[in-house]
């Protein structure tokens, strides 16, 4: 999250600004912090947060529309476009449609699968991809 508020509010890839600089997760590159996370997950953030940014739904610690929103638009829809992919992909085997729904549910609903959607994290973002 600080790198997408540094990226939108600060034009910054440094996090040094942002709410969120009081972090663990960063690392100190000539006196500036970053964030030590993947950079993909934090563009596909920015994305979304600027438009929210610009309509003054600000990034802030704790619950707030903006973490909901921002979590909502990218880790929670790649978690059902993986989830539709699953259930496309198998398809090419030789179980019946209900069978097919079952697996999905039991992916969506019964794995770590469910559990990485709630926050916005690479993890889920990679496993969709993978799907």
């Not at 600004?17 to 563009?43: C, N, Q, R, W």
């Not at 638009?73 to 069978?99: H, Q, S």
């Amino acid at each position: 999250m600080g790198m997408i508020e540094s990226l939108v509010d600060f034009h910054s890839l440094s996090i040094d600004h942002s709410t969120f600089v009081a972090t663990g997760d960063k690392v100190s590159i000539d006196g500036h912090f970053y964030s030590d996370k993947l950079a993909a997950p934090s563009l596909i953030g920015a994305v979304v947060y600027l438009p929210l940014s610009l309509l003054n739904i600000k990034l802030g610690y704790g619950w707030n529309v903006a973490y909901y929103l921002i979590t909502l638009l990218t880790v929670k829809a790649f978690w059902l476009a993986g989830l539709i992919a699953f259930y496309r992909t198998l398809a090419f085997t030789p179980l019946a449609d209900k069978g097919r729904i079952w697996l999905t549910l039991a992916l969506g609903v019964g794995s770590l699968y469910l559990t990485w959607s709630a926050t916005f994290n690479n993890h889920c973002l990679a496993t969709s991809w993978v799907a």
